[in-house]
């Protein structure tokens, strides 16, 4: 099982452009979560995807979306980016919603904005 | 909202000692688990032990246990017996109601010594 695999590792990007993160979940896993981790804090969490529809947002701008596909892989796509969207970006993913569930997590796309 | 709160932002004893880290958090739900999760310079995040709020008994595996007060919403970890390779940032988190991801807090950089 090779577990949740995002990619690219790393990128660098250049203020105003857009980026593409991509996200493949753990088998068995229908539900995907994406977080953002800024240097020395904790992940935040951006929205969350089940069943091809975003179930749940947190306090970020429409700059961020993302979508599902019908295999439960997912995008994480950021235009007009900002310098303070550098970051650690994090997948996990879960076999169903459910206060108990563990998230699997990726290793992350760590994104440079320059 | 839910908030976590981690008061230690560094935290370095010897190798075989037992170190405490402490998280006290906020949460309006009801029924709800806690988590703790490691994560490596490999970046990648893993679940070290979960405990469900409405269980007395404090979650334990193996090394590691918890102390769980849900009066003080307190929920620390204890790893005993320490190994280098606990060295890592500790991350506790909480989840919000339905299918909100975790909120998690700013971590404790744990540093095991030889």
């Known amino acids: 099982d090779a577990g949740v695999t995002q990619s690219p590792t790393h990128l660098i990007k250049t203020r105003g452009q857009q980026v593409t993160l991509r996200c493949s979940p753990k088998?068995?896993?229908?539900?995907v979560s994406w977080y953002q981790q800024a240097l020395g804090q904790g992940p935040q969490f951006i929205f969350q995807?089940?069943?091809?529809?975003?179930?749940q947002r947190g306090n970020f701008p429409d700059r961020f979306s993302g979508h599902q596909f019908p295999n439960y892989s997912s995008e994480l796509n950021v235009n007009a980016l900002l310098l303070g969207d550098s970051a650690l970006y994090l997948c996990a993913s879960s076999p169903h919603t459910g206060i108990d569930t563990e998230a699997f997590f990726g290793q992350g796309t760590r994104l440079t904005v320059v | 909202a839910q908030t976590v709160t981690q008061s230690q932002p560094e935290m370095s004893v010897q190798e075989a000692e037992t170190v405490t880290l402490s998280c006290t958090y906020d949460?309006?739900?009801?029924?709800?688990?806690l988590f703790w999760y490691k994560q490596p310079p490999s970046r990648q995040m893993i679940l070290v032990i979960r405990?469900?709020?409405?269980?007395?008994q404090n979650a334990t595996e193996n090394r590691f246990s918890v102390n769980f007060q849900k009066a003080a919403k307190s929920f620390s970890l204890k790893i005993s017996d320490s190994q280098l390779g606990d060295t890592a940032m500790y991350f506790c988190a909480v989840p919000g109601g339905g299918a909100d991801g975790l909120t998690f807090g700013k971590g404790t950089h744990l540093i095991i010594q030889p």
């Open positions: 088998s068995g896993h229908d539900t």
């Open positions: 405990q469900e709020a409405y269980k007395q």
């Open positions: 949460t309006s739900e009801n029924n709800y688990y």
């Open positions: 995807y089940y069943e091809e529809e975003e179930r």
